[in-house]
């Protein structure tokens, strides 16, 4: 069964700190992807990437940069963390081949005070 | 990639067939129709997903008409544990980016 762990399930960072998300997933997977949820927004794509140290930008890349040294690792940094950050943070992997299903992690509940 | 369109919330009993339906007008000759369910706290998880007609699996049964301009995911016998938020998408073939749209939050009461 795939999994894809997600460093952490609660996260507290303050104003302006530097933020790293990591996500691992262990099935050889080629895709990987962050997305942030929110109460009525449902999921929305940040950044994905389909090959080590490759990515392309989402819906919302503004204020996040990610990095995929490894394939197995895709991790999300918030450069200078802000308010409007706090939010539900998921991480999902899939196959290079198409129409397969997006496998998530149990996600990061990020909070900046 | 194409919109889909959900009901916001539906409510069922335990024991009841539930059938929520969800509309994508745009969705393309190459696009797949793919549920996930998320419980609290939890990343969505796979359902189901289809290209036309019926699919059927341990947990759900998909049903796509013949223009597949809408689905309906078809849950048997519901009990308490089935109470989630459905996520209906259309995901292209040539494509890995797919859009979730804001779900169907399904309550069973006992």
């Known amino acids: 069964d795939v999994k894809v762990t997600q460093s952490s399930r609660y996260l507290v960072k303050r104003t302006g700190e530097k933020v790293f998300l990591e996500c691992v997933q262990d099935m050889d997977h080629e895709n990987m992807f962050w997305y942030r949820q929110d109460p009525g927004l449902g999921l929305r794509l940040i950044y994905f990437?389909?090959?080590?140290?490759?990515?392309e930008k989402g819906d919302i890349p503004e204020g996040y940069s990610v990095s995929r040294e490894k394939k197995e690792r895709f991790s999300l940094i918030l450069e200078s963390a802000s308010t409007n950050q706090t939010s539900m943070y998921l991480c999902?992997?899939?196959?290079?081949?198409?129409?397969?299903?997006?496998?998530f992690g149990d996600g990061t509940r990020l909070s900046i005070l | 990639l194409a919109k889909t369109t959900q009901p916001i919330s539906m409510d069922s009993y335990e024991g009841q067939e539930v059938n929520i339906t969800c509309s994508h007008n745009?969705?393309?000759?190459?696009?797949?129709i793919t549920w996930y369910q998320q419980f609290p706290s939890q990343g969505p998880r796979f359902i189901i997903q289809g290209y036309k007609t019926k699919v059927t699996n341990e947990v759900a049964s998909l049903f796509i008409p013949a223009d597949r301009k809408s689905s309906t995911l078809s849950l048997p016998r519901v009990s308490l544990s089935d109470t989630a938020v459905y996520y209906c998408l259309v995901v292209s073939r040539s494509a890995s980016k797919i859009i979730f749209g804001s779900g169907t939050r399904l309550s069973i009461r006992p």
């Open positions: 990437s389909y090959d080590v140290k490759m990515k």
């Open positions: 745009n969705i393309a000759t190459n696009d797949y």
């Open positions: 999902a992997s899939t196959p290079a081949e198409s129409n397969q299903p997006q496998h």
